[in-house]
């Protein structure tokens, strides 16, 4: 089925280690997002990209850094974790900026210990 | 900015109605609504793109007032599949309207049967 895919699903980390969270889209859009979602605070985007080779702040970039090589891929990467970045992570898609609606993956659940 | 959603919950009875409000401080260019289920991505239901536009389908619609800056999302007759968190995403005009969406804490909707 068409979508977005996340992974690793669930990942627990130690303060200071570092990794990559992989979101692969096949749906050919041009718009890709991270956003991070904590209990109470609703979706709070990262970083974002309108297009290959692109990649733009978003509300809470400090401590995370993306890379769009690839049209379909958009990675999220994190240096050397901390505790404050245990969250589930969404990565999501849009073939317009402006006027489309946001295709979600499933998620990943990251604890940082 | 966050917009603002109200109500935080509400807990109704199967076959009853409900009303979400969404507001912002800013002026809007766009307001997408979505919901999510405990554990799962949020699921995109719609977008308002113009003042005064209203959109959906018999029993899940929305309205999009430009000038006061708000929307709100209707569920008639409610059905026990209604159950889940229902977010406001939205748009400004300042970012050009492609720097992504800026979500609402959102609110918890609970169907009894």
């Known amino acids: 089925n068409a979508g977005v895919t996340q992974t690793p699903k669930f990942r627990v980390l130690k303060t200071g280690q570092s990794m990559t969270l992989l979101c692969a889209q096949d749906m050919n859009h041009e718009y890709m997002y991270w956003y991070r979602q904590d209990p109470g605070m609703g979706l709070r985007l990262i970083h974002y990209s309108v297009g290959e080779g692109t990649t733009a702040k978003g509300e809470v970039p400090d401590g995370y850094n993306v890379s769009r090589l690839k049209k379909q891929n958009f990675l999220l990467g994190l240096e050397s974790a901390a505790p404050s970045q245990t969250s589930v992570y969404f990565c999501a898609s849009s073939y317009s900026g402006q006027g489309g609606g946001y295709t979600f993956g499933s998620g990943t659940r990251l604890t940082v210990v | 900015q966050q917009p603002v959603q109200s109500p935080q919950a509400v807990i109704l009875r199967e076959g009853e109605d409900a009303v979400i409000n969404c507001s912002s401080s800013?002026?809007?260019?766009?307001v997408h609504w979505y919901r999510q289920k405990h554990g799962e991505a949020p699921v995109f239901l719609m977008i308002?793109?113009?003042?005064?536009e209203q959109k959906g389908h018999e029993k899940i619609s929305a309205s999009f007032n430009e000038k006061k800056q708000q929307s709100s999302l209707y569920l008639t007759a409610s059905q026990l599949s209604y159950s889940g968190t229902y977010f406001c995403g939205t748009m400004t005009y300042s970012g050009g309207g492609a720097d992504g969406l800026t979500f609402g804490k959102g609110t918890h909707l609970i169907i009894q049967p």
């Open positions: 800013k002026a809007l260019y766009s």
């Open positions: 308002l793109l113009k003042g005064g």
